[in-house]
C-alpha cells in the first residue's frame, strides 16, 4: 500500500509538472541526471527455502548516454518456516548499461544489464532455542532489468540480478524429526561464496541534474 502512494505522488507531481515537448526531451543533458526512488525486493533462494521481502531506497546518478549508476540501501527480513527468522541489510551501488542507443526520454522501455558491489549485515534466529548468529560481509551482482518510462522524469523499474557475497557463509537448515521442526545455525569462517537471486521493483523520479 506504502509503494502504491508513493507511486500515486509520484504521478501528480509528473503530470502537474511541465512536460516536455519532443524537441526539448532529446535536448535534456543526460551526464548528470539525478533520480530518487523507492524499491521493493524480494530474496528467492535462501538456505531454508523461504522467500525474503523487503524494501528500500535509492539514488541514481547518470553517468552519460548509455551508462547509469544505483546508489541503493534494502532491508529484507525471511520466514523460516515459523520457528526462525532472518534478516539482511544491503547497502551499495550497480552500473546500468543500456542496450539501446536512443536516449531514455524516446521509448518506453530501456533495457538494460548491471553489474555492482554492496556490503552486507546477515543475522539468524532461532525462536525455539533463543541461538542467534550474525556475519558481515561483502558481495558482488550481476543481473539484468528495464525501466518502463511514463515521462522523462518518472520510471519503474524491474530487474533481477544474482548476489555472490564474498566472505564467512551463514547458513540455515531446518531437520524435522518425529514431525517436529528444528532450526541450526552454522557459520563457517574464512572465505566463502555464498549466493542467492534478487528481484527488484522500483518508482523512480528525477529531480534535475547534478552538473
Known amino acids: 500500500m506504502k509503494t502504491l502512494l508513493i507511486a500515486f505522488v509520484f504521478l501528480v507531481i509528473d503530470i502537474s509538472g511541465s512536460r ?3 524537441q526539448e526531451a532529446k535536448a535534456v543533458k543526460e551526464s548528470g541526471q539525478f533520480s530518487i526512488g523507492v524499491r521493493n525486493t524480494n530474496s528467492l533462494f535462501t538456505d531454508a527455502g523461504s522467500p525474503g521481502t523487503g524494501f528500500g531506497g535509492q539514488f ?3 553517468m552519460g548516454k ?3 549508476t544505483d546508489w541503493f540501501a534494502d532491508y529484507i527480513t525471511t520466514d523460516l518456516q515459523g520457528i526462525g527468522f532472518r534478516r539482511d541489510a544491503h547497502i551499495g551501488w550497480s552500473v546500468l548499461f543500456y542496450m539501446t ?3 531514455l526520454q524516446e521509448k518506453k522501455l530501456s533495457p538494460f544489464i548491471l553489474a555492482g558491489h554492496c556490503f552486507d549485515y546477515t543475522k539468524v534466529y532461532a525462536l525455539e532455542s533463543g541461538a542467534s548468529d550474525d556475519r558481515w560481509s561483502s558481495a558482488v551482482q550481476m543481473g539484468l532489468g528495464s525501466h518502463y518510462n511514463f515521462s522523462d522524469r518518472f520510471d519503474v523499474t524491474l530487474m533481477a540480478q544474482y548476489m555472490n557475497h564474498l566472505g564467512s557463509d551463514l547458513h540455515a537448515h531446518i531437520h524435522n524429526e518425529n514431525g517436529v521442526k528444528h532450526l ?4 563457517h569462517s574464512g ?4 549466493g542467492h537471486v534478487l528481484v527488484t521493483l522500483s518508482l523512480n523520479y528525477r529531480l534535475g541534474n547534478l552538473w
Open 101 to 103: 542507443k536512443n536516449p
Open 66 to 68: 548509455r551508462i547509469n
Open 191 to 194: 572465505i566463502g561464496l555464498e
Open 20 to 22: 516536455l515537448s519532443a
Open 60 to 62: 541514481r546518478i547518470r
Open 184 to 187: 541450526e545455525i552454522e557459520k
